[in-house]
Nanobody, 123 residues
Framework: QLQLVESGGGLVQAGGSLRLSCAAS????????MAWFRQAPGKEREFVAR????????YYAQSVKGRFTISRDNADDTVYLQMNSLKSEDTAVYYC????????????????WGQGTQVTVSS
């Protein structure tokens, strides 16, 4: 079992940066693939980025590639999302999620979710 708590959201101007954190509590954090998803009002939850357990491999949605960076600190049981060059279309609630065994972008495959943190980008 994992419990996930996101932080770091807020209001930022277009072109600015934010860093989201997701602190995990539970066992064997490094055995989980960690991901960030987001959900804007009236839209479905969408994949943003994921990172393998060791941190060696990362994947990004095309819409954020080159602007966002996912990383993890397995000694601290935390995953991060550094968001640069933010755009108004990045406005959403951002969720971190965890899954074992499946390297996937499908939210339905993820076992554990945080409560979400709001990111609002003003233009």
């Amino acid at each position: 079992q994992l419990q996930l708590v996101e932080s770091g959201g807020g209001l930022v101007q277009a072109g600015g940066s934010l860093r989201l954190s997701c602190a995990a509590s539970g066992r064997a954090f490094s055995s989980y693939i960690m991901a960030w998803f987001r959900q804007a009002p009236g839209k479905e939850r969408e994949f943003v980025a994921r990172i393998t357990g060791s941190g060696a491999t990362t994947y990004y949605a095309q819409s954020v590639k080159g602007r966002f960076t996912i990383s993890r600190d397995n000694a601290d049981d935390t995953v991060y999302l550094q968001m640069n060059s933010l755009k108004s279309e990045d406005t959403a609630v951002y969720y971190c999620a965890a899954v074992r065994y499946f390297d996937t972008e499908l939210p339905g495959q993820y076992s554990y979710w945080g409560q979400g943190t709001q990111v609002t980008v003003s233009s």
